[in-house]
């Protein structure tokens, strides 16, 4: 099956306006993202999808593939969707426009089962927490699976509960998705639901109405942008990378 990676960005970034566009080292934040992606040895196709028409021209400046999408879409899931729409056996990779450091082998690693599956309908990355820290951090959302690899519940608190402190395995989710184009095509139209509201993590509305999430156990942990702080963070080690390569 072809695969196609869409990049959601967006503007208006509350805690960090125009954040496609910042620079980092020489490069904005989307075309970096847009490179690390087209790398991947799974990826057919690489397609920006935005709502705003100056971070269309900045993908057009460096020779890559934008188009404008509805500015009313709630989540990165519904634009990536509108996108997709007219795509027909292909495997969607939805992946976010924050993550410039984003290696290409996690994106194949979240590919491979749905390609060496034809049942599987969606598929997500994992990374094992050791860190208390992260662990106890609402901000890092955690995943348990079952035996069989399938996502059982995405949570902001510490899962599963290590009740008498005998050393649970903690996996942190990381926020990318493969799809079917038929499948996301269906969760698009799937209604709400109270876990999915009560936790902020839309992946629980598509486990609440019943369909699997294949988890994909990764080494590859992303650096995510959502501020100033993050992005001087990522600059910095970014110089550094391209510092050591030329010496």
């Not at 924050?98 to 491979?112: C, G, N, R």
């Not at 059982?152 to 493969?178: E, L, N, Q, T, W």
């Not at 009560?198 to 486990?207: F, G």
């Not at 391209?242 to 010496?247: A, F, L, P, T, Y």
């Amino acid at each position: 099956m072809k695969v196609v990676a869409i990049i959601p960005a967006r503007y208006g970034s509350t805690r960090l306006p125009g954040k496609p566009l910042k620079d980092i080292n020489g490069k904005t934040m989307i075309e970096r993202v847009y490179l690390q992606v087209a790398a991947a040895e799974t990826v057919n196709e690489v397609i920006v999808a935005t709502d705003d028409e100056r971070i269309v021209e900045a993908v057009a400046a460096f020779g890559g593939s934008a188009v404008m999408t509805s500015p009313e879409h709630e989540s990165g899931t519904e634009r990536v969707a509108e996108v997709a729409a007219d795509y027909k056996d292909t495997i969607v990779v939805n992946v976010q426009g924050d993550e410039p450091m984003i290696a290409p082998a996690l994106i194949d690693d979240t590919v491979w089962p749905l390609l060496d599956d034809e049942e599987l309908l969606m598929s997500s990355p994992m990374v094992r927490l050791e860190d208390p820290e992260e662990i106890n951090d609402p901000n890092v959302v955690k995943v348990v699976t079952d035996s069989d690899g399938f996502a059982m519940y995405f949570s902001r608190s510490p899962i599963p509960f290590d009740r008498d402190g005998k050393g649970a395995i903690y996996y942190k989710h990381i926020g990318i998705y493969a799809y079917t184009d038929d499948f996301l095509r269906r969760i698009k139209g799937l209604p709400a639901t109270p876990l999915g509201e009560a936790e902020c993590l839309e992946q629980l509305r598509v486990l609440e109405n019943g369909f699997n999430i294949k988890m994909v156990e990764t080494e590859h942990d992303p650096v995510a942008v959502d501020t100033e702080e993050d992005l001087q963070k990522v600059i910095s080690i970014i110089k550094k990378e391209e510092e050591n390569k030329r010496e």
